[in-house]
């Protein structure tokens, strides 16, 4: 069985370098498929079970995350793509959104486990937190100014 996994995304939030105590390889134990579910909170008090897939391509011995994630609901769907990199306790990269022809910058931290990030498109922000922890990864998605109040998925390896 293999140890206790650190992830990162795409994924959001302009955060302070780690100091001691950061990881060299924070994305290595992240490869493959992943899918499961959980809910999307709408803002005007609404509720809906959302199905997720992801696959990440991890290089650069675990320093380099390409994550492909497509979600969808009822009535709200999501297609991203994001290429971000680990260097010195943080996380930068690019993200982009296709069925809103969204694009914007990634930054963010890798605390204990934890990917704390932010996206910042201009029209669109959104703060992330991804959990990893063997075959198993939890994704929290809270966006600013949309229709949309946050999103919790579970996934799991494949």
């Known amino acids: 069985m293999r140890g206790k996994r650190t992830a990162a995304v795409f994924v959001f939030l302009c955060l302070k370098t780690l100091a001691a105590g950061a990881l060299p390889a924070p994305f290595a134990g992240m490869a493959g498929a992943w899918s499961g ?3 999307v909170d709408m803002s005007n008090g609404q509720s809906e079970r959302i ?3 992801a696959r990440y391509d991890v290089g650069g011995g675990g320093t380099l995350l390409r994550q492909y994630l497509r979600c969808a609901s009822a009535s709200y769907d999501f297609d991203v793509q994001s290429t971000v990199t680990y260097r010195d306790g943080t996380i930068s990269g690019t993200w982009s959104e296709s069925t809103r022809n969204i694009n914007g910058q990634v930054t963010g931290v890798v605390r204990s486990g934890h990917i704390l990030a932010r996206v910042d ?3 669109f922000e959104a703060s992330l937190t991804v959990t990893t922890s063997g075959n198993s990864q939890r994704v929290s998605i809270v966006p600013q ?3 949309v ?6 996934l799991r390896r494949q």
């Open 149 to 154: 109040r946050d999103v919790a998925v579970a």
């Open 37 to 39: 579910e959980g809910r």
């Open 121 to 123: 498109a201009g029209t």
């Open 51 to 53: 199905r997720c897939r």
């Open 145 to 147: 100014g949309t229709d």
